[in-house]
């Protein structure tokens, strides 16, 4: 079973900067796609970034010029560079790994907050 652990969530002030980290349990080169994906409190989750296993980055408008992400398949880890953050970034991150088989198999890490103060 794929394990994804985040790391690097906390508290920070609007305008700040936070980096969150997703190391994998295997060799990351094996997954078609991995990303970010938030869930604020009462709202659905959303996507925010994602990456291709040949590096094309994908993100959400609401994070666009914000927000980079990036991999180090040497690492098997995925990083989320968040700078400019505002209250509305307010959410719990969860890493997300996408395998293509035979079908699609998708993995999730535990999720990791983070809370912009205003």
Do not use: H
């Not at 190391?23 to 925010?48: C, D, H, N, T």
């Not at 094309?56 to 968040?82: E, F, G, H, W």
């Amino acid at each position: 079973q794929v394990q994804l652990v985040e790391s690097g969530g906390g508290l920070v002030q609007a305008g700040g900067s936070l980096t969150l980290s997703c190391v994998a349990s295997e060799s990351i080169i094996s997954f078609y796609r991995m990303g970010w994906y938030r869930q604020a409190p009462g709202k659905q989750r959303e996507l925010v970034a994602r990456i291709t296993s040949d590096g094309t980055p994908d993100y959400a408008d609401s994070v666009k010029d914000r927000y980079i992400i990036s991999r180090d398949n040497a690492k098997n880890t995925v990083n989320l560079q968040m700078d400019s953050l505002a209250p509305e970034d307010t959410a719990v991150y969860y890493c997300t790994a996408e395998r293509r088989t035979a079908y699609i198999q998708n993995y999730w890490g535990q999720g990791t907050q983070v809370t912009v103060s205003s």
